[in-house]
């Protein structure tokens, strides 16, 4: 079965620092996989997605994320974080290919030091 | 335009109790998707509608679970004779068709005393 393992459950960083955030999966073929963020009160956004082709996507907030076959990752980065980047984020795995159903990780709570 | 909207915010029951948990998705969203997320867990699949039928239902943990949308837009989670361990935010989302991005809500938080 499809799993998605987030190592982190905390990070902190500071204002301007640069973050990654691991997130390793489980699935046999080429899965769709994506980061969300989840802010106090608010729901789920999706901040991108790989499907396919180039293993570097971007994403809106200044966000990429790199897949790499090899290490069944999908870290996500940004170069410089911001104070209104303190969220949870979520990293999840299309099962059996789709986007229908979602499997979750954990989450890492990120908090952002000024 | 509106988003996914989900009544009510918050729901709190006592053990044994049924409640109905509603879903407003984004007009013209033909799918649509329930999930559960408990504390300190990420969100976990349970049903997953296209149109009115469900297309996916294997994430409902037991028969007390049972969602509906007759009319292929509001739906309707319900849960019988409530349990403590039903306490979580249920998430609800929808999609232009079941092959694409998931817009959420910003769930109902279920609490059974």
């Known amino acids: 079965a499809q799993s998605v393992t987030q190592p982190d459950i905390h990070i902190t960083v500071s204002e301007g620092a640069s973050l990654e955030l691991r997130c390793n999966y489980s699935y046999g073929a080429t899965p769709y996989l994506f980061w969300y963020v989840q802010s106090p009160g608010q729901g789920l956004q999706l901040l991108l997605k790989y499907f396919s082709g180039d293993t570097l996507v971007q994403g809106i907030k200044g966000f990429e994320a790199e897949f790499k076959r090899s290490q069944s990752s999908f870290n996500l980065r940004k170069p410089s974080v911001h104070w209104s980047d303190a969220a949870e984020y979520f990293c999840?795995?299309?099962?059996?290919?789709?986007?229908?159903?979602?499997?979750f990780g954990a989450g890492t709570i990120l908090r952002v030091k000024s | 335009g509106a988003g996914v909207s989900q009544t009510p915010s918050n729901k709190v029951t006592e053990k044994g109790k049924y409640v109905e948990l509603r879903c407003d998705p984004i007009?013209?969203?033909?799918?649509l998707y329930w999930y559960r997320q408990s504390l300190g867990q990420g969100p976990e699949f349970l049903i997953y509608?296209?149109?009115?039928?469900?297309?996916?239902d294997s994430g409902l943990p037991n028969d007390r679970f049972f969602a509906v949308r007759p009319e292929g837009s509001v739906s309707t989670l319900k849960i019988q004779r409530t349990e403590r361990g039903d306490s979580a935010v249920y998430l609800c989302?929808?999609?232009?068709?079941?092959?694409?991005?998931?817009?959420f809500g910003p769930g109902t938080r279920l609490t059974v005393l």
């Open positions: 007009s013209g969203h033909t799918a």
């Open positions: 989302a929808s999609s232009l068709q079941g092959h694409n991005e998931q817009f």
């Open positions: 509608f296209q149109g009115t039928g469900a297309a996916d």
């Open positions: 999840a795995v299309g099962v059996s290919g789709l986007w229908n159903k979602l499997v």
